[in-house]
């Protein structure tokens, strides 16, 4: 949300939900996202270059894993009507432009 003064001042809300599993179809580097608890709404994240890859050792429970982390960077559009949305209290209702940019994760695991 952007605040009309002082100059370039902004305001960030963080609201968290439990959503089903998102949706990553790999070969058209697209996720897709539906809530329907406290945050209500679904988008598709496209990626529109290729990821930055990372890959780095991970120890779960005394078990040895390779963690590669995909960062996307790309564009994300909601159906209409279909936006992200959630009320809070200070805030009030908070609801999501129907497209942007966007930034997503693929993380994956793999034994050692």
Do not use: E
């Not at 009309?4 to 959503?19: E, N, Q």
């Not at 949706?23 to 598709?44: E, Y």
């Not at 894993?65 to 209409?80: I, L, M, N, V, W």
């Amino acid at each position: 949300m952007t605040l009309s003064a002082p100059k370039h001042a902004t305001v960030s809300y963080d609201i968290f939900g439990v959503g089903r599993k998102p949706v990553f179809d790999s070969k058209a580097k697209r996720l897709s996202v539906k809530a329907t608890k406290i945050v209500k709404g679904s988008a598709t994240l496209v990626a529109t270059a290729p990821p930055s890859v990372v890959t780095t050792p991970c120890t779960i429970g005394h078990k040895h894993f390779k963690q590669r982390d995909a960062s996307y960077f790309g564009s994300f559009s909601s159906p209409a009507g279909g936006q992200f949305q959630a009320r809070s209290l200070v805030a009030g209702l908070i609801k999501v432009a129907h497209s942007g940019i966007a930034f997503f994760d693929i993380v994956t695991l793999k034994k050692a």
